[in-house]
């Protein structure tokens, strides 16, 4: 029970399809190790499958449906859970989405709705969760970002990239701002998982990401929540402002070391 007597927001909590994302993963654990969480996401259909799997293990959970973009949104999702439980201790921002492109080919509608739904949300869940952690006595700010946002990822996405790594200079700028406050705020960087997000890429592609890894195994979302149990605990209470991959050694590797591995 490393989280018990906490209580914590997961956003964009629900999943697509059968296995389970990494919103879905952490929630979980969250309930699992004690905590009280409030599920949010824009579907809130997704959101429920998560309570409801959480309620079957007899954890404590409810649900919030919000749209990140939008502050009032943010902000009435804190209050939500303020209402309902009486503090907050814990903030997973997970919520993310897909931005494709090189930059000589970003179109300007698309660069916005990146920016907002993967970096917007995370800062006006962060101004308005703030306030409450305080009162609360503190917290555990926990951003999810991408190794795409801290090395050009597989793919050209240059919208999502920045965007994600922004979240990891959020992450910094506020474990310096509010740490008298006793808000401690880190930010883990996934690697290539195996998660809903990819769920479609084809079985050579999928190995190839493997075998890509130092380690060779396959991640999934398991990996990133068990790493946001641990920085949500008072396990890390010594911990702030870090970026965490969570990605089998690959940031680790240039191109050539791991060479061998793939051919």
């Keep these: 029970m490393r989280l018990k007597d906490k209580v914590a927001i997961v956003s964009g909590?629900?999943?697509?399809?059968p296995m389970?994302?990494?919103?879905?993963?952490?929630?979980?654990?969250y309930a699992r190790q004690g905590a009280k969480v409030l599920l949010t996401d824009l579907d809130l259909a997704r959101a429920e499958e998560t309570r409801a799997s959480i309620?079957?293990?007899g954890g404590t959970a409810s649900v919030f449906q919000a749209d990140v973009t939008s502050e009032a949104d943010c902000r009435a999702m804190i209050e939500a859970c303020v209402a309902r439980?009486?503090?907050?201790?814990?903030?997973?921002?997970?919520?993310?989405?897909?931005?494709?492109?090189?930059?000589s080919e970003i179109e300007e509608?698309?660069?916005d709705r990146s920016l907002a739904v993967n970096l917007k949300g995370a800062i006006f869940t962060?101004?308005?969760?703030?306030?409450?952690m305080i009162e609360s006595g503190g917290g555990s700010i926990i951003n999810v970002s991408s190794i795409d946002g801290l090395r050009a990822g597989w793919t050209p996405n240059v919208p999502y990239a920045v965007a994600k790594a922004g979240l990891a200079q959020l992450t910094r700028v506020?474990?310096?701002?509010?740490?008298?406050?006793?808000?401690?705020?880190?930010?883990?960087?996934?690697g290539h998982l195996y998660a809903p997000f990819v769920a479609n890429i084809s079985d050579e592609r999928?190995?190839?990401?493997?075998?890509?890894g130092p380690l060779g195994t396959e991640g999934d979302a398991w990996d990133v929540a068990w790493a946001a149990v641990f920085l949500a605990s008072d396990e890390s209470r010594w911990i702030s402002g870090a970026v965490l991959p969570i990605d089998g050694g690959l940031l680790a590797a240039t191109p050539l070391a791991v060479y061998d591995n793939l051919i």
């Design 206 to 212: 999928r190995e190839l990401r493997r075998k890509a």
């Design 55 to 57: 309620a079957a293990e």
């Design 13 to 17: 909590a629900g999943t697509r399809g």
């Design 174 to 190: 506020t474990a310096v701002h509010h740490g008298r406050e006793n808000i401690r705020a880190n930010c883990i960087a996934p």
């Design 109 to 111: 509608a698309q660069l």
């Design 20 to 29: 389970p994302g990494t919103g879905q993963a952490t929630a979980i654990l």
């Design 85 to 103: 439980y009486g503090r907050l201790d814990v903030l997973f921002n997970n919520v993310g989405g897909i931005g494709a492109g090189k930059v």
């Design 126 to 132: 962060c101004k308005h969760a703030i306030p409450a």
